[in-house]
């Protein structure tokens, strides 16, 4: 018999307060750039982004002396503070049952390919050290009785790495650190946005910010300088970029920032995509129990009228309920499973009956409705009934199933007026990670000097990846940047070079005020319905080569026009926005000019995405027969071993590849090795020109 959970639990792990902000700092200087007075903060180093990378990155230079400030759009309201799932995932190598191997592990993390084998084992073998630090902090990961982390089965994931606080395990992990940053006196300027890296010397040198609290009659669009010697971008993934996102408002990440600053980006052809609720109520991914419990999923058109319409799909209520578990572990959409009546056939399903203009919804109330024989536990696939049954999942509702798996997950949508005990859920196929990023080496650098990315940001998530490595990754990649800066040391900038460095901003300064236009057709609203409607319409789960193809073309003219013309600004406080669409455009013009190259090479389906084409390899097939308009090409083998990168050259985006870094495997020797650490000798490799 189950235990049960107290309402004092259940609020812990779903209603998790952050804490208060320090004051900040008030700034001590100011300098005259481009004709505006400025205020100026040093630091040695800055983070922007305040999720569970960037916290770490800052927690971590902190301990070892590196004087950092952390610079946030809007502090614990980015993607690692407001995301998650039924049970959140964190994946680390499994400390329970027979241990782990590091090897296998690495394989694992890197097997859907476009991924350096060096970084998977970093991730691999740094998680144990990761998940650690983080109970050290408070996190509370569940244990048994004599101290084994609880593991379970995630997608992409065969050992059963899995672990979780529940629904909101990213935020606990925000919580514990942020508490750190705050007990370490570490600065955060909240309600701050980085729009322009600061470049001397062939290196970062400090970024530019809008502040509104800077604003003055010599400032009005709330600009500040703060110079530093090390830069972590570490604000997320472009969740901005598709109208269909579970990702929450406002995350636009840094893509377009890192364009223009010269970086070099890798992998952005591959993103993740799954079925959520949208960001219009509470975005959330319905992964795990949610879909485990076997809900009725129907859609409903514009008369009110119901439409089971998995059963156009699924050939019987065994294949269809087993394939609606099997959503709980397979989450993201995967071409290869459209095939063979798989799970992704539920992904593809709902994705029609959105374009049919119908709305879908899961009633847990309700159980799935018969296509042959009425639904019943006992007539179930064995791995669906077997897990169920090990669960002690035998209630009679979806609801009460729900209930004793994971009360959590209920509570979780009572805190955002969505009483899933009673009323059915609407929900979508969504845009939910961008798997690639900035490109960096194996102690997180990218191509400029002092430049790091780390999380979402970073490009280090390969073609697929087993669900929760990404806040993994996260945390090893923020130890590492941490250790890196701190042994190539970032000091704090003397008060004379300020001034060189206000002299680098003045051209950015200069290329901000010029955006700025209040006569421009262009509005950024506009520029938002248009980016986001391309990328979501031509760019998500399916696309064509001639999509992929016309909305590249869309995307140059939309940045040609804003080159030309600037954008529409109606007041000075909405600076900081325009200038986050004008970066989103070129993120956008990034994605679709990797995606058309590597269509128009011959790339085949890999990820969440499948590439259509009428001479396609693969056929999925329904209840009522073949699907011709959704015949795609197959994977290809050759496409796993290689990187496709972008890189912006004036105003084009210019492609280059190159192969996955390897790592042979070859076993340390300690006292061989030892002096290499001793002399810090070990940060000096790891080029990502490798």
């Known amino acids: ?337 459209m095939l063979e009546f798989q799970s992704s056939l539920v992904d593809l399903a709902i994705f029609r009956e959105g374009q049919k203009g119908r709305r879908v919804f899961m009633d847990f109330n309700r159980n799935p409705l018969p296509i042959d024989q009425p639904f019943s536990l006992a007539r179930l696939d064995p791995d669906v009934a077997g897990y169920l049954k090990s669960a002690g999942a035998d209630h009679a509702l979806p609801i009460d199933r729900l209930r004793h798996m994971n009360p959590l997950a209920i509570e979780l949508y009572k805190r955002y007026k969505v009483d899933i005990t009673t009323d059915p859920l609407e929900f979508a196929v969504n845009n939910q990670h961008m798997n690639g990023g900035i490109e960096v080496d194996t102690w997180g650098r990218t191509n400029l000097p002092g430049i790091y990315a780390v999380g979402e940001a970073a490009g280090t998530h390969g073609a697929t990846r087993p669900g929760g490595s990404a806040l993994n990754a996260g945390q090893v990649f923020g130890t590492r940047v941490a250790e890196h800066v701190a042994a190539s040391g970032a000091p704090v900038q003397a008060p004379e070079q300020v001034l060189d460095v206000a002299e680098a901003a003045a051209r950015p300064v200069a290329e901000l005020a010029a955006l700025f236009a209040p006569e421009s057709p262009l509005a950024w609203k506009d520029i938002r319905s248009a980016v986001q409607a391309r990328m979501s319409d031509k760019a998500g789960i399916l696309c064509t080569p001639g999509d992929v193809a016309d909305a590249l073309i869309e995307a140059r003219a939309l940045n040609t026009d804003i080159r030309a013309s600037g954008i529409a600004l109606s007041r000075p406080s909405e600076a900081a926005r325009l200038v986050q669409w004008q970066q989103m455009a070129l993120a956008s013009e990034a994605v679709l000019t990797a995606l058309d190259d590597y269509i128009a090479k011959g790339g085949g389906s890999r990820g969440a995405r499948a590439i259509c084409d009428p001479a396609g390899e693969s056929l999925p097939q329904s209840a009522i027969g073949p699907l011709p308009d959704y015949r795609f090409r197959a994977e290809r083998e050759e496409d796993k071993g290689d990187q496709l990168l972008v890189q912006m050259a004036g105003t084009e985006m210019v492609i280059s590849r190159r192969a996955n870094r390897s790592h042979d495997g070859a076993k340390s020797f300690f006292e061989r090795d030892w002096p290499a650490w001793l002399t810090g000798a070990i940060y000096k490799g790891g080029s990502n020109r490798t």
């Open 1 to 337: 018999m189950a235990l049960a959970v107290s309402q004092e639990i259940l609020d812990a792990l779903t209603d998790v307060t952050m804490p208060r902000l320090a004051p900040e700092p008030e700034a001590a200087e100011h300098a005259v750039v481009g004709g505006f007075t400025i205020p100026v903060q040093r630091a040695g180093a800055v983070v922007v982004g305040s999720g569970a990378a960037g916290l770490r990155a800052a927690v971590e230079m902190k301990r070892r002396g590196v004087d950092v400030a952390i610079l946030s759009q809007s502090a614990w309201g980015g993607t690692s503070a407001c995301s998650g799932s039924d049970k959140q995932t964190l994946h680390t190598a499994n400390t329970k049952d027979q241990g782990d191997n590091f090897f296998q592990m690495a394989a694992a993390i890197g097997a859907g390919g476009a991924m350096d084998e060096d970084t998977a084992y970093i991730e691999a073998v740094g998680s144990i050290r990761a998940m650690a630090s983080l109970q050290y902090l408070g996190l509370p990961l569940p244990q048994d009785d004599l101290g084994g982390t609880l593991r379970y089965q995630t997608d992409h994931d065969e050992v059963g790495r899995a672990t979780s606080c529940g629904p909101r395990t990213s935020r606990l992990m925000v919580k514990v650190l942020a508490e750190e940053a705050l007990r370490l006196g570490i600065p955060f300027f909240n309600q701050t946005t980085v729009v322009k890296v600061v470049k001397a010397a062939g290196r970062v040198a400090g970024v530019l910010a809008i502040r509104a609290k800077a604003a003055s009659a010599a400032n009005p669009y709330g600009l500040a300088l703060f110079p530093c010697s090390a830069l972590v971008l570490a604000a997320g993934g472009p969740g901005e970029l598709y109208r269909d996102s579970v990702f929450p408002n406002g995350c636009f990440g840094t893509l377009g920032l890192a364009l223009e600053t010269g970086l070099t980006l890798t992998n952005i052809t591959e993103s993740q995509f799954g079925i959520g609720t949208r960001r219009e109520g509470f975005p959330w991914n319905l992964s795990g129990t949610y879909v485990q419990v076997i809900p009725h999923i129907y859609s409903v058109d514009a008369d009110g009228h119901e439409h089971h319409f998995l059963a156009d799909y699924y050939r019987t209520t065994q294949e269809m309920a087993s394939n609606i578990f099997r959503k709980g572990y397979q989450w993201p959409f995967h071409a290869s499973r």
